[in-house]
């Protein structure tokens, strides 16, 4: 096993490694910018160097820097967390010619799973169902006639893409020609790449994905699903596993989908495989992360896995099957984010003057990266924290989370907290029925009138 591990991120993740490292008696090295000197994450580790200036492209995505401070510090190995360089094959191709080892996947899967295009024909090969669609684009007018042959409603989407950028919703030819060079520009400015593909809209559908491990001798562990349908416009906010609708047998099938894509990429280390679910529970190939992902807690919650301390276990060369069938129990996460609900979700900056968080109890968790009097920066996430929930019954997970967020108090900054209080007391939320359109679609409008309605109230 390794001795020293640089951790490659900030906020919240940086200090969910910090934390396995520590546990299992690896020094850990924190990297950050001068905006994040006195970080939770910086305070944690072992070890902290400086890779440069509080703009992300000047530190965090700086490839150079922190191999820089790997190499210098010591370091055998370098978690790359999620966001920023997680995903850059070319960062972990760096990584591995400086001798470290990478902890995640092999550039050459990085690079085919991070290309959608190329992913989506990589599983048509091998057999999985993918969503109808087109193959890559670079203009207007072939996408018009793929878009044709495929029929709309259709969803534009960057080839390179993620975290809902370069993604546009079209219900007709016009859309289409309106919204092509916007969104391949907004491609080309946030991944360097504008090729685009067409995806056919399923509706309504939910949104499911699983947890994989593949260890290097390639054994391919699989875990209970995570239903991640409660998403404002493709960024996803409240996750929980399993999917409450999926049969024991469906659950089997979708586990079954995942090992053989896993297998069928010779992938490596930890990855998440999303699927769209229809209404008749057909699964369908949407795209693979080949990186732990934001979401990991519900799956280790309801497995018992601790899925970074595999991670390692992985890199370092370890067998390792964990598989779980079934899982124990039911756990949600709530993402807490510094933003402005009544204002288009719009991310709020300032001092955190207040931040108390619930206070524990069994089957509680909460991972930050903050603490009270952090400033929240224009240059980063605002994530403040995740909020997660284990209960025996669905029931007694959503009565824990009520009772979390009621607890929560953070002052200094504007939350969602009011808006994921009301979001779990939603008819559709609470049996587990909300497909990936309803918080848009049905629940924000709903909420936003009710916001209106009580101003003028007070106002009157």
């Keep these: ?202 509706v309504p559908a939910k949104h499911v994905e699983v947890q994989v491990l593949r260890d290097q001798q390639g054994h391919v562990s699989v875990f209970p699903e995570r239903d991640c349908s409660l998403q404002r416009h493709s960024q996803k906010m409240i996750e929980e596993s399993p999917c409450p609708v999926l049969t024991s047998p469906e659950r089997a099938k979708l586990l079954h989908l995942a090992e053989t894509i896993a297998d069928g990429v010779d992938y490596l280390n930890a990855g998440t495989i999303e699927f769209l679910m229809d209404q008749q529970h057909h699964f369908y190939f949407m795209e693979m992360n080949t990186r732990i ?51 288009q979700f719009m991310p709020d900056v300032g001092t955190l003057e207040q931040l108390r968080f619930p206070t524990g109890g069994l089957g509680l968790r909460v991972d930050t990266g903050v603490a009270p009097g952090d400033k929240i920066s224009p240059y980063y996430d605002a994530m403040i924290a995740k909020i997660i929930v284990h209960g025996q019954t669905r029931q007694a997970a959503l009565a824990k989370m009520h009772r979390a967020l009621t607890e929560l108090d953070v002052q200094g900054v504007k939350t969602n907290r009011d808006f994921a209080l009301a979001l779990f007391q939603a008819p559709k939320v609470l049996a587990g029925e909300a497909d990936t359109a309803y918080l848009n679609r049905d629940f924000l409008p709903q909420w936003q009138d009710e916001r209106k309605d009580a101003a003028c109230s007070n106002h009157n």
């Design 1 to 202: 096993m390794f001795k020293k591990v640089l951790v490659a991120n900030r906020g919240e993740i940086a200090v969910r490694i910090i934390q396995t490292l520590r546990e299992m008696g690896i020094t850990s090295v924190a990297v950050f910018s001068n905006a994040d000197r006195h970080s939770l994450h910086v305070l944690l580790a072992d070890e902290a160097i400086c890779i440069g200036g509080p703009r992300a492209t000047d530190s965090y995505l700086n490839m150079r820097n922190v191999v820089s401070a790997a190499i210098l510090s010591g370091a055998e190995a370098v978690h790359p967390g999620f966001g920023f360089l997680s995903e850059n094959a070319e960062f972990a191709k760096l990584v591995t010619d400086a001798g470290l080892a990478f902890i995640g996947p092999k550039p050459t899967a990085i690079e085919q799973m991070g290309d959608k295009a190329v992913a989506r024909q990589t599983m048509i090969d091998i057999g999985v169902p993918v969503i109808p669609g087109s193959r890559p684009l670079q203009d207007v007018d072939t996408a018009l006639a793929a878009a044709q042959a495929i029929g709309y409603p259709l969803m534009l989407k960057a080839s390179a893409g993620g975290g809902g950028k370069g993604i546009r919703k079209l219900a007709s030819a016009d859309d289409l020609t309106a919204e092509f060079a916007g969104a391949q520009a907004e491609a080309q400015a946030a991944f360097g790449d504008p090729t685009m593909y067409l995806e056919k809209v399923i």
């Design 293 to 343: 992902q934001v979401e990991h807690p519900i799956t280790e919650m309801v497995t018992g896995v601790d899925l970074v301390q595999a991670q390692l276990r992985i890199a370092a060369g370890e067998d390792v099957e964990l598989t779980t069938p079934e899982p124990s129990g039911v756990a949600i996460e709530c993402r807490l984010n510094a933003e402005d609900p009544d204002h």
